[in-house]
C-alpha cells in the first residue's frame, strides 16, 4: 500500500462522531489503505488533500533532515513550541514553562495558549516547551535555564531518565521560590519535591508523614501501584482525603490534584482551563483582579478511567457487550466483516493520546486491521496498570476464553506499570490467563521519524530501556516502529510501511490460533556454520536432527501433516544432506526447490539493493549458475530447510571491511522462498544461532530498510535458543521478531580425571597415608612430581621440583607444600562441570544426571533467600570459615585442598540423598509429602541429607539446612521438568508463552524449567551490589597476581583491557560491568528508584592504589542491550581523567593527558575508552576467518579486529557511534594487560570463537612501543571460589576438561554426527587461540593428535559418524602445524596427509 495519511476524521464526521471531533481531528484526513467498496465508502474524505503535508513521512522529509546534531538524538528545535502573544495590548502577561517526557502534550499546550491569546481579555500568555531529550543540547539547556529565570509557572511530566532530572532540577530549583507555581506531575522524587502550588508541597516526599505521602504508600503496598497509579486513587478519594488538611493547605492541594485532572484531560480546552485556573490563583498581577472569567474556568472534560474506543463509535464504551453489539452490528457490516468468521486483534492505547486527539498512528493500525477484514477491540487505561482493563474488556461477558486472538499493545511500555516501576508477576499472570499472542510496538518518544530513519543505531537508548526490555520481561515480542513524532509539530504520525507490516504480523499470528493443524505449514531451519556438509544442524550444545524428530513425532500428535516421518535422525540427516539424484555423496545439499532468477526478481522486492555488494543474481552462492537453489527437505507440510550463510566467510577482504555486507541472493531467496512459495504460517528456527538477527541493519527498532526486517517479513518467528544464552536470543527477538523458546543445556557432571591425571590422583592419596613415613613418603612424592611433568602440570605449578629432584632433602612441610600443589591442580580439573552430551529437545534430564548442577547449585550464599551455600554451613561446622579454605586451598596448601575436598564430597553425598529421596525407581522426580518428611526424619534420626554428612564427619543442624534443601528440592523439581515441545505446540496454536529469564541455571534457578519465552534484564538495573562486591573480589586477586607477577613483584599495570559480553553480564547482573568501575576507582548508585545511572568518586586513600586505566570493547550484543551501561562507563572514564590528581596515582588522567597533546585534543575527548562494532554489526569477523580458513596471516586478523571494534561512544555524543581506529590503538598501544570473564561452565574458552574473537593480545604486542606482549589473564567466577588465572593456564585446563577428556568426546560421539562435530569445533577453536594470543601449549595439539588420529578405531568413528567434520579436523591439524603453533614429527604429519586423501575419496565416493 502507498504512503498515507491516517486519520478518519471524514468518516467521523459522517458518521457524526461528535465526541471525538475538535478542532485538530477536523483538520485530519482519511487513510488510504487497501480497498472494499465498503472499507472505501468509509474512508471517502471531502477534505483538502494539502492537509496531509505536515502529517506523513515523506521520502523527501526523510531525506532532507539528519540525525541530532552532534551525535544527540534529536535536533527538535524548542523555539518550535514558544506561543507569544501577538498584541498584549495592556492585558496582564504570565508566563509558562514546561518539559515533557514526550510530546503528545504539544500541540494541545499550543492551542490552548494560542485560545487564551486570542479570546481572553485581560490575560495572556507565553508558553515555551521542551522535550525532557532536547535537554542534552548544551545550547537548549542555557535557553531552558534563561526561560525559567522569567517564568511565572513551571509544569514538569514524566521527568524519569535520571541525567536530564539533575539537570532540570539545577535550573529550576534555585528559582522555585520566586516563581508563582511549580507543578510536577509524576517524575523523579527529586524533581516532585520542587512542587509548589500555593502552601502545598511535596518537599518531603519520601520522608513525609503527610497525608498524600501515607495515602501513596499505602496503595503501593496493597496493590504495586505505581506512583501515577497512586495519584489517580487519590484524585478519586479526594474528598476523604481533603478533610485531614488544614483548610488553606486544603485548597492547594485541592488546586493541585484538580490541575493534575486537567493535564490527564489533555485536550486544549482542559489545558486553557488548567493554565486560567493557576493564573487567577496564584499568578502575581493577575490573582485578586478578576482578571479571569469564572465561566472561562470550566470543569475537566474528563474520559473514563478506563474503556473500550474506537475513533467511529458514538462514545467510549465501559462494557464490553455493549461494544461488540454496536461493532458487530453496525461497523462491521458497513465494512464487509463477518462477525462470525473475522479474526479479532485487541490494541491496548495510552490514554493520554486520546485525551490530547493525537491518535492518528492509533487509527492508522486500526485501519489497516479492518481493511484486512479483522476486527478491533481497543481498550485504554487512565494510568499505566492495563492488567484490569485486560481482564475486563478483552473477554465477551461470562466467556473465561479470551474474545481476541492477538494482542497488540501500542503504549510501547509494560503491561503494569510506566517508566518508573513495573509489576511484572501481576503482568504475566493477566497474560497467562489471556493466553494470546502478545505484541508490543511502539512509537518513537525522543527521535522524529525523520531522526530515526537516518540513525544507525535506530531507537534511543532510554527508550530501548523502558520500552523495549521491560515489556520483554512480560513476555512481549515484536518491538516493531509503528509511529513517529513530527519534527515540528510533535504530532504522532504512522510510519505507513511500518503500520502495514505491524498490522499483517498481528493477524498471522491470530490465524495460527483459527488455521486448522492439519493446514498449517511450518518451515524448521536450521544452520550450516562454517558452511559444510559436515556442520548443517549447527547449535549450541543441540542433538539438532534428533530433537527435530521429536518435534516431528510431536506435531503429528497434535494432527498436523508432517508425511511419513523417518525412523531415525540419521536418515533425515541423510536426506537434508544429500542430493537424491546424486550417485555419489553430493557436495551440494538435498535441492527441495529451483527458483528461476525472474521469479526470484518478482518475488523479492530488495534484490536491486543487493548487487552493490553481490552484483546481479543468481551470484556464486546457493546457485548453479541457472537458478537460486533452496535447500532442505520437505515433510507433509514442514518444511526442514538449511539456511544459508553469511556468504563471506572466506572471503579476507570482506572479512576487513567496518561494517558488515548485506545479506547474498541465496540468503533473501531462502527467506523469500519460505513466505511467498512455501506459504509458511510460521518458520522454527532450530538452536543457537543463525545469521538472520545478525545481518546489517539498526541495532534497535528496525526500519523497512534493515535486512532482518525484511527477510523476515511478515512470518511468525519461533527460535529454539540454549537457556544460558539470553543476549543473542534479545538480539533475535529485537531484529528479526522472533518468539524464544528456551532449551537446556546438556545435564553437567564432574569432568574428573583420567590416564595419567587420575594416576597422579591416586598417588596423592597415597601420600597423604604415608606423608611421615620417611622412607615411602619421598618416594612418592618423587613419583608425584615424575607424573605431574608426565601430565604437564609443571607449566601451571612455578615453582615445581624438577624431574630429577630427589625430594628426601625436603622437610615434612616442604613435600606437603608440593603435593599441596600438585592436589589443587588435580582436584580443579576434577571438579570442574562439564556438559555431557547434546541435549535433546522434549528430553529433560533424569534426577541423577542433575546432581552436579545442584551440587553447584547448592554452593552459592543467597543472602537474598535468606540462607548460606552448603559448602559455607559444613565449614562452620567445624568452625572454620570457607572462604579461608577456598584461599589456603588455592595457594596449594595441603591440608585445606583435602579440607575442601571432603567439604566437597560432603556436600555432593548430600545432594545426591536429596535426589535419592525424591525420586522413584525410574529415576524421576516424585512429590514428596513435607510433612510426611519431617515426621520421617523424626524419628528415623535426622533427614537423609544430615546423615549423609554426618556420615562424612560432619555435624550439621537439621535447622541450618532445611532452607537450603526446601530450595535444593525446588530446584530438582525445575531442573528435571520439561515445556520445551509444550511452548512450540502453544506458541504454534496461537498462545502465549510464557516469559523468564536466561542465563545460568546455577546462579538464577529461575531459568528453569525450559520452554519459556526468554528474556534478558532490565539494563538499568546493573550492576547490582553483590556484582560489585564480586567485582572487588576479581579485581583484588587479578592486581595483586599481576602485580606479583611483575619484575619487581609490586608495581601495578597502568592499563587493562577488558572484553565485555552480554551474557555474562546479563547472568552475573553486571560484575565485569562492574570490574571496569572498580579499577578506575568510581563507584556505580542507584537513582532514587533504583536504576543504577549515577557515578561518585571513591577517593585514592580510601582506593589504596592508582586508578587503573582502561580500554573496554564491548561486544556487539553488549552495546545492542547495554548502551546505557556503555554511557555509564564512559562517564566514569571522563569523570577519572579529569581528577585533578597526581597522574602517577591516576593513569587514566596520565594517558588522557599523554594523548591530549599527541591528538591536540582535549583532556575529556582524549579519554575514549569504550569501543564496540560500527551500528548493527557484530564480532571481529576473527573467528569467521579461523573457522573458514580465510585468513592470510595474523596481520590480517589483527587488522580485522581494529577495523571492525574500533568504533567509540562518547557519552557527550550518545547518538552515533564514531569510527575512531586511531584512537582505539592509542588507548591499546598503553595496555599491560588483556582480560576477559568466564561466568558459566557450560560456556568456555573453546566452546565458541566469540572469546578469541575479541582477544586483543597479539593486537597489542603489535601496537606497543617496546612490542612487549601484555599478560593475558581470565576470571573464572563459575563456582563460589572464583580465580584468576592466566590465559595460557586456562587453555589447560579447558583442554583437560574437554577436548583431551575421554568422558567429554564419548559423550559427544554418542550423539553421532553432530558430536563429532563439537569435537572438530574444540579443536578449531583451540587453535584460534594460537592465532590471536599465542597461549596454547604444544602438548594439547599433541595429545589431541594421540587420541583421534593416532588411534585408527577413533579414526574409523569419527570418519564413520560425520566424514565432513573428521576432514575439517585433519585439516585443522596441518593448518596448526603450518602456521608454526604445533611442532610434531614428520611421521605425523604424513599419517595426515595420508588421511586427509582417504577422507577426501571416501566423501567423494571415489
Given at each position: ?23 485538530w ?5 482519511a ?16 477534505l ?13 522529509a526523510?531525506?532532507s ?75 537548549n539547556?542555557?535557553r ?8 511565572n ?8 531518565v ?38 502545598f ?19 503501593k ?8 497509579e ?12 481533603l478533610k ?16 493534575f485532572q ?14 486560567l ?39 467510549v ?25 473475522a ?10 493520546h ?14 489497516e ?34 474474545e ?50 537516518k ?40 510510519l ?9 504480523r498481528?493477524?498471522k499470528?491470530a490465524n495460527?490460533?483459527?488455521?486448522e ?9 536450521v544452520?550450516?556454520f ?11 550444545y ?10 516431528m ?23 537434508v544432506?544429500?542430493d ?42 546457493n546457485?548453479?549458475g ?7 527437505k520437505?515433510f507433509g ?11 563471506y ?20 531467496a ?13 518458520v522454527l528456527h ?15 527498532g ?61 598417588l ?12 615411602r613418603g ?26 630429577d ?6 622437610t ?5 607444600s608440593?603435593?599441596?600443589k ?36 547448592a554452593?552459592?550464599d543467597?543472602?537474598?533467600?535468606g ?29 585445606d ?5 571432603a567439604?566437597?564430597?560432603?556436600c ?20 514428596v ?16 541429607w ?8 560432619f ?15 525446588f ?20 498462545r ?67 572484553t565485555?559480553?552480554g ?34 568518586v ?23 542491550l547495554?548502551i ?13 581523567a579529569?581528577?585533578?590528581?597526581d ?12 594523548q591530549?597533546?599527541?591528538?591536540g585534543?582535549?583532556?575529556r ?20 576467518a579461523?573457522e ?5 596471516g595474523e ?30 590503538k ?20 573453546t ?13 597489542v ?20 571460589n ?12 579447558d ?24 569435537i ?7 587453535m ?6 599465542g ?12 587420541v ?6 577413533m579414526?574409523q ?32 604429519i ?17
Amino acid at each position: 500500500m502507498a504512503r498515507r495519511a491516517v486519520c478518519l476524521a471524514a468518516a467521523l464526521l459522517a458518521t457524526g462522531a461528535s465526541a471525538f471531533t475538535s478542532s485538530w481531528t477536523a483538520r485530519s484526513l482519511a487513510p488510504a489503505v487497501r480497498s472494499t467498496p465498503k472499507v472505501a465508502a468509509m474512508r471517502r474524505s471531502p477534505l483538502r488533500p494539502q492537509t496531509t503535508t505536515s502529517m506523513v513521512a515523506t521520502d523527501e522529509a526523510l531525506l532532507s533532515t539528519g540525525p541530532g546534531g552532534g551525535g544527540l538524538f534529536t535536533a527538535s528545535n524548542p523555539e518550535d513550541r514558544r506561543v507569544l502573544p501577538e498584541a498584549p495590548n495592556g492585558r496582564a502577561q504570565f508566563k509558562v514553562v514546561y518539559v515533557v517526557l514526550e510530546s503528545q502534550y504539544q500541540s494541545s499546550m499550543t492551542a490552548a495558549a494560542k485560545r487564551i491569546n486570542a479570546g481572553q481579555e485581560s490575560v495572556c500568555v507565553e508558553v515555551v516547551g521542551y522535550l525532557l531529550e532536547e535537554l542534552r543540547d548544551p545550547a537548549n539547556y542555557e535557553r531552558f535555564k534563561a526561560d525559567v529565570k522569567d517564568a511565572n509557572i513551571f509544569i514538569g511530566s514524566l521527568i524519569f531518565v535520571q541525567e536530564l532530572a539533575e539537570k532540570v532540577v539545577e535550573a529550576v530549583e534555585p528559582l522555585r521560590d520566586q516563581m508563582d507555581a511549580v507543578v510536577i506531575f509524576p517524575s523523579m522524587p527529586e524533581v516532585m519535591r520542587m512542587n509548589k502550588v500555593g502552601s502545598f508541597t511535596m518537599a518531603n516526599l519520601g520522608q513525609s508523614k503527610s497525608i498524600v505521602a501515607d495515602f501513596m504508600k499505602q496503595k503501593k503496598a496493597q496493590d504495586g501501584s505505581s506512583f501515577e497509579e497512586g495519584m489517580l486513587k487519590l484524585l478519586r478519594t479526594l474528598p476523604k482525603v481533603l478533610k485531614y488538611l488544614p483548610g488553606d493547605k486544603a485548597k492547594d492541594a485541592k488546586s493541585f490534584m484538580m490541575t493534575f485532572q486537567y493535564w490527564l484531560g489533555g485536550s486544549p480546552e482542559n489545558l486553557e482551563s488548567m493554565l486560567l485556573n493557576l493564573a487567577d490563583t496564584y499568578v502575581t498581577g493577575v490573582v485578586g483582579k478578576d482578571l479571569v472569567a469564572e465561566a472561562d474556568v470550566v470543569e475537566p472534560i474528563l474520559l473514563p478511567d478506563k474503556g473500550i474506543w474506537h475513533p467511529l463509535a458514538p462514545q467510549v464504551f465501559e462494557d464490553v457487550t455493549e461494544y461488540l453489539a454496536w461493532y458487530n452490528a453496525e461497523h462491521a457490516p458497513a465494512l464487509g466483516i463477518d462477525p462470525a468468521t473475522a479474526p479479532t486483534v485487541g490494541l491496548i492505547l495510552q490514554k493520554s493520546h486520546i485525551n490530547t486527539k493525537d491518535e492518528c498512528h492509533y487509527v492508522s493500525l486500526i485501519a489497516e486491521l479492518e481493511a484486512r477484514g479483522s476486527r478491533v477491540i481497543c481498550i485504554y487505561s487512565g494510568g499505566l496498570d492495563f492488567s484490569g482493563p485486560v481482564d475486563e474488556f478483552f473477554y465477551a461477558a461470562g466467556s473465561v476464553s479470551a474474545e481476541v486472538d492477538s494482542v497488540i499493545n501500542l503504549t510501547g511500555f509494560a503491561l503494569v506499570g510506566g517508566p518508573a516501576s513495573q509489576d511484572h508477576p501481576k503482568a504475566i499472570a493477566t497474560l497467562t490467563k489471556l493466553d494470546r499472542p502478545y505484541l508490543c510496538a511502539v512509537p518513537l518518544v525522543f527521535q522524529s521519524f525523520e531522526e530515526w530513519e537516518k540513525s544507525e543505531l535506530g531507537l534511543h537508548p532510554i527508550q530501548v530501556a523502558l520500552q523495549v526490555s521491560l515489556p520483554e520481561i512480560d513476555g512481549a515480542i515484536e518491538p516493531i516502529i509503528y509511529g513517529g513524532r513530527e519534527a515540528a509539530t510533535g504530532r504522532s504520525v504512522p510510519l505507513a510501511d511500518r503500520v502495514e507490516l505491524l498490522a499483517e504480523r498481528g493477524l498471522k499470528w491470530a490465524n495460527l490460533r483459527r488455521k486448522e493443524n492439519k493446514d498449517k505449514k511450518l518451515a524448521v531451519t536450521v544452520f550450516s556454520f562454517p558452511p559444510d556438509k559436515g556442520n548443517v544442524g549447527t547449535a549450541a550444545y543441540l542433538d539438532v536432527f534428533n530433537s527435530i524428530r521429536a518435534v516431528m513425532v510431536q506435531l503429528q500428535k497434535e494432527g498436523y501433516d508432517v508425511g511419513e516421518i523417518p525412523e531415525t535422525s540419521k536418515e533425515i540427516v541423510d536426506m537434508v544432506l544429500n542430493d537424491a539424484e546424486a550417485k555419489f555423496d553430493s557436495p551440494n545439499l538435498n535441492v527441495e526447490y529451483r527458483m528461476p532468477i525472474k521469479e526470484y526478481e518478482e518475488l523479492c522486492p530488495y534484490v536491486k539493493d543487493l548487487e552493490e555488494n553481490w552484483g546481479p543474481a543468481p551470484g556464486q552462492l546457493n546457485t548453479d549458475g541457472q537458478d537460486m537453489l533452496v535447500f532442505g527437505k520437505t515433510f507433509g507440510n514442514v518444511f526442514i530447510g538449511v539456511q544459508p550463510t553469511f556468504g563471506y566467510e572466506g572471503d579476507p577482504m570482506r572479512l576487513l571491511f567496518s561494517k558488515s555486507a548485506s545479506p547474498h541472493h541465496g540468503f533473501a531467496a531462502y527467506y523469500t522462498y519460505l513466505e511467498k512459495i512455501f506459504g509458511a504460517d510460521a518458520v522454527l528456527h532450530f538452536g543457537t544461532h543463525g545469521s538472520l538477527e545478525f545481518m546489517p541493519g539498526k541495532q534497535v527498532g528496525m526500519a523497512g530498510t534493515c535486512y532482518p526486517d525484511r527477510l523476515i517479513n511478515t512470518i511468525p518467528n519461533l527460535y529454539y535458543y540454549a537457556a544460558n544464552n539470553p543476549s543473542e536470543a534479545t538480539i533475535a527477538k529485537r531484529r528479526s521478531y522472533s518468539a524464544t523458546i528456551s532449551y537446556l543445556t546438556p545435564p553437567a557432571e564432574n569432568a574428573g580425571l583420567y590416564k595419567g591425571l587420575k594416576e597422579t590422583g591416586e598417588l596423592v592419596s597415597s601420600y597423604k597415608g604415608l606423608r611421615e613415613n620417611e622412607s615411602r613418603g619421598p618416594s612418592i612424592v618423587n613419583s608425584i612430581i615424575a607424573n605431574a611433568y608426565v601430565c604437564n602440570l609443571d607449566k601451571d605449578i612455578d615453582d615445581l621440583p624438577a624431574e630429577d629432584f630427589d625430594s628426601k632433602t625436603m622437610t615434612i612441610d616442604e613435600r606437603d607444600s608440593v603435593v599441596g600443589k600438585v592436589y589443587q591442580r588435580l582436584m580443579e580439573i576434577e571438579s570442574r562441570l562439564l556438559p555431557c552430551g547434546l541435549h535433546t529437545v522434549g528430553v529433560p534430564p533424569t534426577a541423577e544426571e542433575a546432581i552436579a548442577t545442584l551440587v553447584n547449585i547448592a554452593q552459592l550464599d543467597r543472602p537474598e533467600d535468606g540462607f548460606k551455600g552448603l559448602p559455607r554451613l559444613v565449614a562452620e561446622s567445624i568452625n572454620r570459615d570457607i572462604d579461608e579454605i577456598y584461599r589456603n586451598n588455592n595457594n596449594g596448601v595441603l591440608a585445606d585442598v583435602d579440607q575442601l575436598n571432603a567439604i566437597n564430597t560432603a556436600c555432593r553425598n548430600a545432594v545426591r540423598a536429596l535426589v535419592d529421596s525424591s525420586t522413584n525407581s525410574e529415576g524421576r522426580i516424585e512429590e514428596v509429602n513435607p510433612l510426611f518428611k519431617s515426621v520421617g526424619s523424626i524419628f528415623a534420626g535426622g533427614s537423609a541429607w544430615s546423615k549423609a554428612l554426618k556420615a562424612e564427619g560432619f555435624e550439621v543442624p537439621e535447622e541450618a539446612l532445611s532452607p537450603n534443601f526446601e530450595y535444593l528440592e525446588f530446584c530438582l523439581k525445575q531442573v528435571v521438568a520439561d515445556n520445551e515441545l509444550g511452548a512450540l505446540v502453544s506458541a504454534l496454536d496461537g498462545r502465549y508463552i510464557v516469559p523468564g529469564p536466561g542465563g545460568d541455571p546455577i546462579r538464577n534457578p529461575d531459568v528453569l524449567p525450559t520452554g519459556k519465552n526468554m528474556h534478558a534484564l532490565d539494563p538499568q538495573s546493573i550492576p547490582t551490589a553483590a556484582a560489585v562486591d564480586c567485582a572487588l573480589v576479581v579485581v583484588d586477586r587479578l592486581l595483586e597476581r599481576l602485580a606479583a607477577d611483575s619484575e619487581d613483584g609490586e608495581t601495578y599495570p597502568e592499563s587493562i583491557a577488558f572484553t565485555l559480553w552480554g551474557t555474562d553480564n546479563i547472568k552475573t547482573y553486571g560484575e565485569s560491568l562492574a570490574q571496569v568501575l572498580m579499577l578506575l576507582g568510581i563507584r556505580p548508585v542507584a537513582d532514587a528508584i533504583g536504576r543504577v545511572n549515577k557515578l561518585e568518586v571513591i577517593p585514592l586513600e580510601e582506593l589504596g592504589r592508582p586508578r587503573i586505566d582502561v580500554v573496554v570493547s564491548c561486544s556487539g550484543v553488549f552495546r545492542d542491550l547495554f548502551i546505557n551501561q556503555m554511557a555509564l562507563m564512559d562517564r566514569a572514564v571522563k569523570m577519572a581523567a579529569e581528577l585533578d590528581e597526581d597522574p602517577t596515582k591516576n593513569f587514566i588522567r596520565k594517558h588522557a593527558l599523554e594523548q591530549a597533546e599527541e591528538q591536540g585534543v582535549s583532556v575529556r575527548e582524549a579519554a575514549t575508552r569504550v569501543f564496540s562494532n560500527s551500528a548493527g554489526s557484530y564480532s571481529a569477523n576473527v573467528g569467521l576467518a579461523i573457522e573458514n580458513g580465510g585468513w592470510e596471516g595474523e596481520q590480517q586478523l589483527q587488522e580485522q579486529f581494529v577495523n571492525r571494534k574500533g568504533f567509540a561512544f562518547n557519552s557527550d555524543r550518545p547518538g552515533q557511534m564514531d569510527a575512531a581506529q586511531d584512537q582505539f590503538k592509542s588507548a591499546l598501544k598503553t595496555v599491560d594487560c588483556t582480560f576477559q570473564n568466564l561466568d558459566s561452565s557450560e560456556i568456555s574458552l573453546t566452546d565458541v570463537s566469540h572469546y578469541y574473537d575479541s582477544d586483543p593480545t597479539k593486537v597489542v604486542s603489535s601496537l606497543r612501543n617496546d612490542k612487549k606482549k601484555p599478560m593475558a589473564m581470565m576470571a573464572d567466577t563459575t563456582t563460589a571460589n572464583a580465580q584468576v588465572r592466566s590465559l595460557g593456564e586456562t587453555v589447560r585446563l579447558d583442554a583437560r576438561t574437554k577436548l583431551l577428556n575421554p568422558k567429554f568426546y564419548e559423550g559427544m560421539l554418542a550423539s553421532g554426527y553432530e558430536g563429532t562435530r563439537e569435537i572438530t569445533k574444540r579443536l578449531r577453536n583451540t587453535m584460534g587461540w594460537s592465532a590471536t594470543a599465542g597461549d596454547v601449549d604444544n602438548f594439547i595439539y599433541e595429545d589431541a593428535n594421540d587420541v583421534f588420529i593416532a588411534d585408527p578405531e577413533m579414526q574409523q568413528r569419527l570418519l564413520d559418524t560425520n566424514p565432513n567434520a573428521f576432514r575439517d579436523m585433519i585439516t585443522t591439524f596441518l593448518e596448526a602445524n603450518g602456521r608454526g603453533y604445533w611442532d610434531t614429527s614428520e611421521e605425523n604429519i604424513e599419517r595426515l596427509q595420508e588421511l586427509y586423501q582417504e577422507v577426501e575419496d571416501r566423501i567423494e565416493g571415489v
